[in-house]
């Protein structure tokens, strides 16, 4: 099992839409947690961090349920600009060391 | 801003020889790691180091080494690449605790 599975998609949604994202991780030691964004060819840039009582930033809200081992992103009101492939990354505890997930790609259409 | 820079965007290079790929932060950040990415596998962590003249290895270390010699610099080389090594290697830097990674834009190396 890896470590960390997202559902690839594509995601395909209309401008306006509300979109969801869950990652699963299996280590139940998993302190950190964040989803990073990915335009095509791009690096990938911090998105945003996940606490445990749940953020959001903007259109953006992330969840974690650490009972389930899964964080989740929400999306709100879809832009063109959202299209891009969203990383889940969990960093082991006591280690610096994140591992990513392979990507879910969101396609946001007009 | 942090500003962590890769040498070069795209590099062709044949088989058997010696690449050497170089990543510079501006942040003063004790940690740097380098990645490679492939389609279907995600981002996969080759080495790391969390001070000059330390490294770690990652998860896929094979064919690879690397050098820290200053804080702001950390080098990635391939002692002898081969067609496998094809890939798009990202660098990264970040503080400690919470870690957080600053990427440079990538290097697109292909191996014939």
């Not at chain 2, 020889?17 to 790691?33: G, P, R, T, Y």
């Not at chain 2, 270390?61 to 496998?84: D, M, Q």
Request: net charge neutral.
């Amino acid at each position: 099992r890896k470590e960390v599975e997202q559902d690839p998609g594509p995601f395909n949604v209309p401008e306006g839409a509300t979109v969801a994202f869950n990652c699963t991780y299996s280590n139940s030691a998993s302190q950190s947690f964040f989803w990073y964004r990915q335009d095509c060819r791009k690096e990938p840039k911090l998105l945003m961090s996940v606490y445990s009582s749940g953020n959001e930033d903007g259109r953006f809200t992330a969840q974690l349920n650490r009972a389930s081992q899964y964080i989740s992103l929400l999306i709100r009101d879809s832009k063109l600009s959202d299209s891009a492939t969203y990383l889940c990354v969990v960093n082991k505890k006591d280690t610096d060391k994140l591992i990513f997930g392979t990507g879910t790609r969101l396609q946001v259409f007009p | 801003d942090v500003k962590v820079t890769q040498s070069s965007r795209y590099l062709v290079k044949r088989t058997g020889e010696k690449v050497f790929l170089e990543c510079v932060q501006d942040m003063d950040h004790e940690n740097m790691f380098w990645y490679r990415q492939d389609p279907g596998l995600g981002l996969r962590l080759i080495y790391f180091s969390y001070d000059v003249k330390m490294k770690e290895k990652g998860d896929i270390p094979e064919g690879y080494s690397v050098s820290r010699e200053k804080k702001e610099r950390f080098s990635l080389i391939l002692e002898s690449a081969s067609t496998n090594q094809t890939s798009m290697y990202l660098c990264a830097s970040s503080s400690p605790a919470p870690v957080m990674l600053f990427f440079g834009e990538g290097s697109r190396l292909t191996v014939l």
